[in-house]
């Protein structure tokens, strides 16, 4: 078996039902549809009576409810049954080379294999293999980790993005696989006009050297301005926090209880499955979220963060033109307020070379600081912006699009990006929970 220790990760041991139906059998991640019961109540209706992954997760819209504590343990119960009565076939040793087309008509590339815990690093300034995308919570980690202490299994909906303008990775593999005309391990559509979704195993010794030289190529590159940077997580930022955490309790355990150097470093919980997905990669797509201001000197707003960026204003005509302008640009801002009862449309305009949203966030949040009583809202799409903006007391703020060429160079540089900085596509095109492998 071809050794990846160097790169952080490791072949996994997957788990796949001996039947799988991807309709019943697939959930989207636990993290999607947070105020939406009916999207839950519906996916539930669909599994009903049948093995699914609905059944080993906890939906984060039910995360507050008083029943916490019963629907933990009915998690792990199931986990326990599911592999106790065969609904999984043989554990395989291979990664997953994936196929998903989303409701939009995109189809994004991935690859499935199990990331060592100790080459990732959430915290700023890491010099990790693996590092954070956006600003970890810590609050939010200690109630997933009692889902994930002492589970059977484990399924991921964690991305991590790859900096590989040249494709050799994921789409060198897929490109290999594709020319062979290998037969899916899965294929199917999704649940709730999801999309479809197809899996092929990469587990002999030809495809894993292709998989190892790429990771080399990406190593190099990652290597030239100091430590390797590899992977940056894009989705399930605090998953992968959570099952660090986990690990750290874990590795404490076996060192006080004797355990041996290779228990230790074979240990299962040291390791999490994600999906590598290539930054480039024409199917994922980078969305900015957009901010709504209420209750502050608007006026003086723009003008203490023009000065923070060193831009200028530019009063333009309609929401069209701005929505336009900041859209062509990689750092430009449009906000959008009332001003004794007239429309102000402005453009501020900058020369940042960084992400746009990691020089603008901390101006933004300094001046807020002053001000008594404001608060910020996050929203997606510009029709609502200018829709919150149109209201007095409000202030609406476009962001100009994630620029992907910038990505890996504005977190190795500045550390993990500002809270809700970018979005990677709409909601049914997270990840969905398929693949399984043994955790305690």
Not at 179 to 184: H, L
Request: proline content about 5%; glycine content about 8%; hydrophobic content about 40%.
């Amino acid at each position: 078996m071809t050794d990846f220790e160097k790169y952080g990760l490791k072949v996994p041991e997957i788990l796949l039902p001996k039947s799988i139906d991807t309709k019943t059998w697939s959930v989207v991640a636990c993290d999607q549809y947070t105020q939406d019961q009916d999207y839950w109540a519906a996916a539930k209706k669909i599994a009903d009576g049948k093995p699914s992954s609905l059944n080993l997760i906890f939906p984060e819209v039910y995360l507050n409810q008083s029943d916490k504590a019963d629907r933990i343990k009915k998690i792990k119960e199931t986990m326990a049954a599911y592999i106790k009565d065969g609904v999984f076939a043989e554990p395989q040793a291979q990664m997953v080379y994936v196929e998903r087309t989303t409701a939009y008509g995109r189809t994004r590339k991935g690859l499935i294999a199990a990331l060592d815990l100790d080459s990732y690093e959430w915290k700023p300034f890491s010099s990790a293999l693996t590092r954070a995308t956006e600003a970890t919570i810590l609050e939010r980690i200690p109630p997933r980790m009692e889902i994930r202490r002492g589970a059977p299994l484990e399924l991921p909906h964690i991305m991590l993005l790859a900096n590989d303008p040249n494709g050799f990775l994921v789409e060198g593999i897929g490109k290999k696989i594709n020319e062979r005309s290998d037969s899916p391990l899965y294929q199917g559509d999704l649940m709730q006009d999801s999309g479809s979704i197809k899996g092929w195993p990469v587990k002999d010794g030809g495809d894993l050297e292709c998989v190892k030289d790429a990771l080399q190529k990406l190593y190099e590159a990652g290597s030239k301005n100091g430590p390797a940077f590899l992977f940056a997580v894009g989705d399930g930022n605090h998953s992968l926090a959570t099952a660090k955490a986990v690990w750290e309790e874990e590795k404490k355990r076996l060192q006080e209880s004797g355990a041996s150097d290779k228990e230790i470093q074979e240990s299962p919980v040291r390791f999490a499955l994600v999906e590598i997905v290539n930054i480039y990669d024409k199917g994922l797509t980078f969305e900015p979220i957009h901010r709504v201001v209420f209750k502050a000197d608007f006026a003086s707003l723009i003008d203490f963060i023009k000065d923070k960026l060193g831009g200028s204003l530019e009063e333009v005509q309609s929401e069209k033109e701005l929505e336009s302008k900041v859209k062509e640009s990689k750092a430009d801002f449009g906000f959008y307020y009332k001003e004794k009862g007239a429309q102000k449309i402005v453009l501020l305009k900058t020369g940042i070379t960084d992400l746009a949203v990691s020089r603008f966030q901390p101006a933004l949040d300094e001046f807020l600081k002053g001000q008594k009583g404001s608060e910020i809202d996050y929203i997606h799409g510009a029709g609502e912006v200018f829709r919150l903006g149109a209201k007095d007391g409000s202030l609406g703020i476009l962001l100009p699009p994630v620029a992907k060429d910038s990505f890996f160079d504005t977190i190795g540089s500045l550390g993990p990006l500002p809270r809700k900085s970018f979005s990677m596509g709409e909601a049914s095109e997270k990840r969905f929970y398929l693949e399984a492998r043994r955790l305690f």
